[in-house]
C-alpha cells in the first residue's frame, strides 16, 4: 500500500505542474522555483511533514521534496548553530540530492556527446 500512496501523491504533484505548464502558460524553470518554493513554504507551516508521512517517497521525491529537505536541514541547522544555522542547514540537510545530481549530470556528460539540433 505504501507504493500506491507513493504513486498517487507523485503523481498529483506532477499532474498539478502539467496543469500549470498548459493553462498558464509557465515554464519549466518557473515550475521548479515554485515547487521548491511552495515545498519551503509547506514545511515551514507545518503542512508538508503530514504529507511525508503519508506518501513516502512520493512527496520527498518531486521538486516540492527538495525544498522540504531544504527547511528541515535550515530547522536542525537553527537548532545546532544558531542564526548561522539559517544559511549552512539547508544546503546539509540537501547535500545528498545536490551531489547526485552533480555526478549523475558529469556522467551523462562523459557518456554522450552534444549536438546542435
Known amino acids: 500500500m505504501d507504493y500506491v500512496k507513493a504513486f498517487v501523491v507523485g503523481g498529483i504533484l506532477c499532474i498539478i505542474a502539467q496543469i500549470l505548464i498548459d ?3 509557465l ?7 515554485l515547487y521548491v518554493t511552495a515545498g519551503t513554504a509547506l514545511t515551514v507551516l507545518g503542512l508538508y511533514k503530514p504529507l511525508v508521512e503519508f506518501a513516502g517517497c512520493g512527496a520527498t521525491i518531486p521538486l516540492t521534496g527538495f525544498g522540504y529537505c531544504l527547511a528541515e536541514g535550515a530547522k ?3 537548532e545546532e548553530f544558531g542564526a548561522a544555522g539559517i544559511l549552512t542547514g539547508g544546503l546539509t540537510g540537501a547535500a545528498g540530492g545536490i551531489t547526485a545530481a552533480v555526478v549523475a549530470g558529469l556522467i551523462v556528460a ?4 552534444p549536438r546542435e539540433k
Open 23 to 25: 493553462k498558464c502558460k
Open 110 to 113: 562523459l557518456i554522450f556527446k
Open 27 to 33: 515554464t519549466p524553470a518557473r515550475i521548479l522555483v
Open 76 to 78: 536542525r541547522g537553527v
